[in-house]
């Protein structure tokens, strides 16, 4: 009866494969490996897609046909349509002769190997033990609760009008993010709690999911009683405003190569009914490759229930039905920022700032009724493009007669450009940022808050209601981050543990003394030093009854021959329960013994829950045990034998401890085995 709850349930179950990036890693297991729904399949043309040149492509392409797809045709076992195979078959024939092959020829293969994973093989999954391993992943996602502890925070990289934007780095990962800070007492100084509760709100809109390489986007949201933090993607080859300021005035065929990726960042952001509002060079960041993304969405908005109306974003790039107080409009706005911003690229000015001006209502003015002159040298595609962009009247805007970004990819400016290729990021740079250098301004030029400002600001239970909903952990955002990192390394180790505790003997049959019986090792770290105020890597091995401490090489290896730290389990008067925290760090197990403690943890907060509950088995098995040996020692030499532990030692064995090693050999002598 429930195992047909169980079934008749596991349509609602989440399916891995479709909605979690560490979902395949675990279901594609569940198939047969040489199927086309195997985890090998699954990892080869992940490979494909991302292979750099056409030979490359040929050459797997290839592979993948041969060891999977032929041999299903060979066997009569291939299900798939005959569209697929034709696809597929046409695409390598003709990649022998003009000797290219894109990147998405197996495209029509993705949909039907999950349609088939969503059957017999998903069945077989949610009985498995990778199902199990994906739910408690997923247990580890949902309890995620973030702290200025989970995070090493380096030197301020950013400042706006609420707060500053560090780099960081994710303690447990390692993974470097860019962390922006809000100032709680600085948004209510200014009234600025709905611009900071809608950055979340459009943040959260544009990063989950699939995500865009092409837009900073957020992975997790938490608060302090004094701040709002952001982490976000770090970009850390400076904006184009700065490069344009040190680099001067940018090529067209460099502008086509900004512009086709900012294009591809706002036809996401639009696809999720964000208009975006505030496009400038300033606000487009390059990572460390060259590559740009679309930063700070401060000025965002939601226009799929209702078009704004307010005229917000920065002047000499805000389009005329935005500076019409009370004029709806949608992302058309967008668009005419966009035609702004490449004409800066080209020309070094907004193309409505004319002689440096800085009045905001001449430019204004001319935003609104000036013709824009564009200068013979540009190329009729360029002028065509940009005329196209700048257009005052929404409908006759590119972008803005009914097909969105896919009428500004079409523009003849970029013909010739393959837009599956602009995604994948495979066009060079035109700039790579110096390596090693921060591609911004100086720490002391970015200056920092008057704290002066604040002082008279108190934050109300009430202010502090406001965040309530505030933290947020983007799932797939997660996922993909402990996949490049820690993943793996995470689930081998875990398989060694579940491989020992299912060869781990029962009962009367431990030996304590076997020299081969050790339950699980690996890296941990450990409180010493005076007054213990240090951590120092140890690698700890962890036997039925007793831990071993070795001190690592610098090369990460174990010296053979050194000196060990050896505690028996009889030594250790209890391991607590809860985690503890201990100079820094938040997840710390500790053992009490008679006189002092061990402390251990890790960051790697996985491994760490196993660490725990494999020394709190160990040391609840080792307990039992000794119970065990009690009892046989009595009906051996009766219940008054001498040295035997009574009831009150029993509560304390720690006093009692020589008797019971005494007991101890005794049992493991031949003559007791029986």
């Known amino acids: 009866m429930d195992g047909e709850k169980l079934r008749c349930h596991s349509d609602n179950r989440p399916q891995p494969h479709q909605v979690e990036p560490a979902g395949p890693s675990f279901i594609h297991h569940a198939a047969p490996p040489t199927t086309l729904a195997g985890y090998g399949t699954s990892n080869m043309i992940k490979r494909f897609q991302k292979l750099e040149t056409d030979e490359e492509r040929i050459k797997e392409g290839r592979q993948i046909y041969d060891t999977f797809i032929m041999k299903e045709l060979l066997s ?172 001067g005035v940018f090529t067209e065929k460099e502008v086509r190569f900004y512009a086709a990726e900012v294009i591809l960042g706002l036809e996401h952001m639009h696809s999720r009914y964000v208009v975006y509002r505030d496009l400038k060079p300033a606000n487009i960041l390059l990572d460390e490759n060259g590559h740009v993304r679309i930063s700070d969405l401060g000025l965002a908005c939601d226009f799929s229930k209702k078009k704004p109306i307010a005229s917000v974003g920065t002047h000499g790039y805000m389009a005329p039905e935005v500076l019409q107080k009370g004029t709806p409009y949608d992302s058309s706005a967008d668009w005419f920022s966009f035609g702004c911003m490449l004409y800066k690229l080209l020309k070094g000015h907004s193309p409505f700032r004319q002689h440096k001006t800085k009045d905001k209502h001449e430019i204004d003015r001319m935003t609104m009724t000036m013709n824009v002159d564009l200068p013979e040298s540009m190329s009729i595609e360029m002028k065509t493009l940009l005329e196209g962009l700048l257009r005052r009247d929404v409908d006759d805007r590119l972008g803005c007669r009914g097909r969105g970004a896919q009428e500004v990819k079409e523009h003849p400016f970029f013909k010739g450009l393959d837009w599956v290729q602009v995604y994948l990021q495979k066009y060079s740079p035109p700039l790579i940022p110096p390596k090693g250098e921060v591609n911004a301004a100086d720490a002391f030029d970015i200056g920092s808050f008057d704290e002066e400002d604040t002082k008279g600001i108190k934050l109300t239970e009430a202010d502090q209601d406001l965040y309530k909903n505030f933290p947020l952990v983007v799932s797939e955002r997660w996922q993909h981050e402990v996949a490049e990192t820690v993943f793996e390394a995470i689930n081998v180790d875990t398989d060694k543990l579940e491989m020992k505790r299912k060869q781990k003997p029962k009962g009367d049959e431990v030996d304590l003394a076997g020299p081969t019986d050790c339950i699980v090792e690996g890296e941990v770290l450990k409180l010493g030093g005076p007054f213990n105020q240090s951590w120092s890597k140890k690698h700890l091995k962890l036997y039925p009854n007793r831990l071993e401490f070795y001190q690592k090489a610098r090369d990460g290896s174990v010296p053979k021959g050194k000196a060990v730290e050896l505690y028996s389990m009889l030594d250790i008067k209890e391991v607590v329960p809860e985690f503890q925290k201990y100079q820094k760090m938040e997840n710390c197990i500790v053992l009490n013994l008679k006189t002092d403690k061990i402390i251990i943890t890790s960051p790697d907060k996985v491994l760490i829950n196993q660490w725990k509950d494999e020394i709190i088995q160990g040391f609840n098995l080792s307990t039992q045990i000794v119970a065990t040996m009690n009892k046989k020692a009595s009906k051996l030499y009766g219940s008054d034998l001498p040295g035997s532990p009574s009831s009150e030692s029993l509560r304390n064995p720690l006093e009692h401890r020589n008797r019971l090693r005494l007991v101890a050999t005794c049992l493991s002598s031949p003559c007791l085995q029986g």
Not at 98 to 124: M, Q, V, W
């Open 76 to 247: 009569q076992s291939h299900t798939y349509p005959k569209s697929a195979v034709e696809y597929v078959q046409e695409a390598l024939t003709a990649a022998q002769k003009t000797r290219k092959l894109d990147a998405d020829i197996f495209e029509p293969y993705i949909n039907e190997i999950c349609n088939s994973l969503r059957g017999h093989i998903f069945d077989k999954f949610i009985d498995s033990e990778k199902y199990t391993r994906f739910c408690q992943w997923k247990n580890l996602e949902l309890n995620i609760n973030l702290t200025m502890n989970d995070f090493s925070v380096h030197r301020i990289i950013g400042r706006g009008g609420f707060g500053e934007v560090y780099g960081c780095r994710k303690a447990d990962t390692g993974k470097m993010y860019a962390m922006k800070c809000l100032d709680k007492k600085r948004i209510k100084m200014k009234g600025g709690e709905t611009l900071a509760l809608n950055e979340r709100i459009m943040l959260s809109l544009v990063s989950t999911g699939e995500g865009s390489p092409f837009i900073v986007c957020m992975t997790y949201a938490f608060q302090t009683p004094e701040k709002l933090c952001f982490i976000l993607d770090l970009m850390n080859g400076g904006d184009l405003h700065y490069h344009l300021s040190q680099h």
